[in-house]
């Protein structure tokens, strides 16, 4: 199967020399690329900006910006099976970027933000791919990523929790709860990463070879 793999934050830029970001490592999101391609299966992974080797096998696309990855999804998607969004996409940019650097002042300084679009949100309805969507949540974790998966449309969605200092975002470890749009629901408990995304790769193939008996049958 032929998958997309979204990983690593969004930079922002405010001015030639800032940015706003957050603290995703991009370490979960290129796991899964690696099981994807340990499984035989073909890997565009589509890059923020982090400090890890390229998977080998896959074709890696740089970007920056959540409107560069806005673009690439959208273009990458038209030859796919399955879109699996890790990546942490910031949710706010600045409205205008200064051409030229700010400079410190005495006074206070505020940045007006709009949101940015949402990627996930904003795919058609009706495709043929698989889109699985990840939910970083720090507290009522189950329900958020139930009405995320609801609310993006998603056909599975993969839960953590980003409060916990022993595993997830940054760490080398994560546990994970994974739901599906018919109710059920899966967990994965905590284990090296390279162990969650071997699991997960199994979970989506699971559920793509259900997709096609179901459109045989
Ligand atoms: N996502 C997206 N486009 C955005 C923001 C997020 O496609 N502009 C995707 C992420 O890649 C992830 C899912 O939406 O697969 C959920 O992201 P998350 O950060 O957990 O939630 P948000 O939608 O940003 O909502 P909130 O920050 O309020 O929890």
């Known amino acids: 199967m032929r998958f997309l793999i979204t990983a690593g934050p969004t930079r922002e830029p405010i001015d030639p020399v800032r940015y706003l970001s957050n603290r995703s490592s991009g370490k979960m999101g290129y796991a899964i690329a690696e099981a994807a391609i340990d499984a035989r299966h073909e890997v565009i992974l589509i890059s923020g900006p ?109 839960a953590n929790d980003v409060s916990r200092t022993d595993f997830g975002i940054e760490s080398d470890e994560n546990e994970v709860t994974i739901l599906f749009r018919n109710g059920e629901k899966k967990e994965i408990s905590r284990a090296p990463k390279e162990i969650v995304a071997r699991e997960l790769i199994k979970i989506f193939e699971n559920v793509c070879e259900k997709r096609l008996t179901k459109k045989i049958a």
């Open 50 to 158: 982090v400090d890890i080797d390229r998977p080998r096998g896959a074709a890696v696309i740089p970007i920056s910006t959540s409107d560069e990855m806005f673009g690439a999804v959208h273009q990458q998607t038209r030859n796919c099976d399955v879109l699996v969004m890790c990546a942490a996409v910031a949710d706010y940019k600045p409205a205008k970027v200064s051409k030229s650097k700010i400079k410190k002042r005495d006074a206070n300084l505020s940045l007006e933000l709009i949101p940015t679009r949402d990627i996930l949100a904003s795919l058609p309805k009706n495709r043929q791919y698989l889109v699985v969507g990840f939910a970083a949540e720090t507290e009522n974790v189950e329900a958020n990523a139930h009405k995320k998966l609801e609310e993006k449309h998603c056909d599975v969605i993969v």
